[in-house]
């Protein structure tokens, strides 16, 4: 009889501890929680609080580029390696319609020197104008030599720094000129970040203020790159030291016709921009800028 007795015992008295383990669980992992949420809470709010007590200005800027239009100019390896693969190609194809349609009119000459022409050949095209193959190769030559290719290099063009379509072997970037404190700047376009945007807003709110009209596309909705710098010493004060700013990339996709040829603007080749720009903000958008 002690035997079901003590098994009769022993079942509630499982059910209570594992009741009590659950219960000490939870009651962990609702701390562990609070305490994380805390945490969270806590950095939020000191996030919060050093940027507003920040001394560092946050901007935007748009690291815009225009593409090359026409192809560079080949390397001498280059240029024998392609005539190499064309005479491979030529080697290796088969003949074309306009070529067989010579094969065929050079035969047919051929039987009527021979006298095995047959008349019943040209019964069949009577009453419609014959039109060789050796006379459109003449109507072609002859529209050849009047076609114009457009120049590849403009002298004029190439040295005007604010035309967009200078260079057009080479990828370009605009840079325009910044006030900076009580000095005039040439760097990427760039605009102070407001409350609400995003650093990408920002950046477009950047390259829409500029007087010429631009239409570009955006790579990411990330930054590419930061570059801190601090103001002149007689624009610094307590509150205010620098400038921290995040880089934006875009690709030229149309610009107005209507642009201002004497906006503060113009479109360098990666090899000129340190000519304008500080060596130290040069190292910087060097680093992400597209040059084929």
């Known amino acids: 009889m002690a035997a079901p007795c003590g098994g009769a015992v022993g079942r ?16 962990t992992w609702r701390r562990q929680f609070s305490a994380t949420s805390l945490c969270r809470t806590t950095l939020q709010t000191q996030r919060v609080t050093e940027r507003e007590g920040s001394p560092w200005t946050l901007m935007a800027a748009v690291c815009l580029q225009r593409l090359p239009v026409i192809s560079a100019d080949c390397h001498p ?15 290796k194809s088969l003949f074309s319609d306009h070529e067989l349609r010579l094969l065929e009119d050079a035969e047919r000459m051929n039987r009527k020197q021979t006298g095995s022409y047959d008349s019943d050949e040209e019964d069949d095209n009577r009453g419609q104008d014959i039109v060789l193959a050796q006379d459109l190769e003449d109507s072609w030559e002859q529209k050849l030599k009047k076609f114009q290719p457009a120049p590849r290099v403009k002298a004029d063009v190439d040295e005007d720094l604010t035309s967009v379509e200078r260079c057009l072997a080479d990828s370009l970037v605009l ?6 404190g009580s000095e005039k700047l040439w760097l990427l376009p760039q605009a102070e970040w407001q409350e609400g945007d995003t650093l ?3 950046a477009e709110r950047a390259l829409a203020s500029l007087p ?35 880089f934006f990339k875009a690709v030229l996709s149309a610009m107005s016709p209507s642009a201002a ?8 080749k ?23």
Request: hydrophobic share 40%; proline share 6%; net charge positive.
């Open 270 to 292: 990666k090899s000129e921009m340190q000519r304008f720009v500080k060596p130290a903000y040069t190292m910087k958008v060097e680093r992400f800028i597209l040059d084929p």
């Open 261 to 268: 040829s004497n906006a503060p603007l113009m479109w360098l």
């Open 12 to 27: 509630p008295l499982c059910q209570f501890l594992s009741c009590l383990s659950r219960t000490a669980v939870r009651y």
């Open 77 to 91: 390896v280059e240029q024998r390696f392609r005539e190499l693969t064309r005479q491979m190609e030529l080697e």
């Open 200 to 202: 990408r807003q920002t």
């Open 175 to 180: 840079l325009a000129e910044q006030q900076v």
């Open 212 to 246: 010429a009209g631009f239409s570009a596309t955006f790579l990411s909705n990330a930054p590419c790159g930061v570059y801190k710098y601090k103001l002149p010493k007689a624009a610094r004060t307590d509150s205010l030291v620098g400038t921290k700013v995040f």
